[in-house]
């Protein structure tokens, strides 16, 4: 997943359960699980000037096969490194990791 401000790698699984166009991943999703899955990587840089609560939930991003992405590296190598480090299975709405 990219945007101009980074990239991530994760493993999607695509659902009829969110509207089309929309992608999620959980905000607590991160570099302390998962190596190179910091969504905040994604997002821009402005806040609410009260609260100070960061713009998250609107952030245009493209969605590009690993493949295309990052053609020297091999899927299962990449999403290797990917994948959450304590659990066998995570199911986040819309997004799936498997180790």
Request: hydrophobic fraction near 25%; charged fraction near 35%; glycine fraction near 0%.
């Given at each position: 997943v990219r945007s101009p401000r980074g990239s991530i790698c994760l493993k999607l699984l695509v659902t009829q359960n969110i509207r089309r166009g929309t992608l999620f991943v959980p905000?607590?999703?991160g570099s302390l699980w998962a190596d190179d899955a910091a969504c905040n990587t994604l997002t821009h840089?402005?806040?609410c000037p009260i609260s100070l609560?960061?713009?998250l939930k609107a952030c245009a991003v493209q969605v590009?096969?690993?493949s295309r992405a990052?053609?020297?590296m091999?899927?299962?190598s990449k999403l290797k490194s990917a994948l959450p480090r304590n659990t066998?299975?995570?199911i986040l709405s819309g997004i799936r990791h498997r180790r």
């Open positions: 905000m607590h999703w840089p402005e806040r609560e960061p713009e590009i096969p690993l990052h053609p020297e091999t899927e299962a066998k299975s995570t």
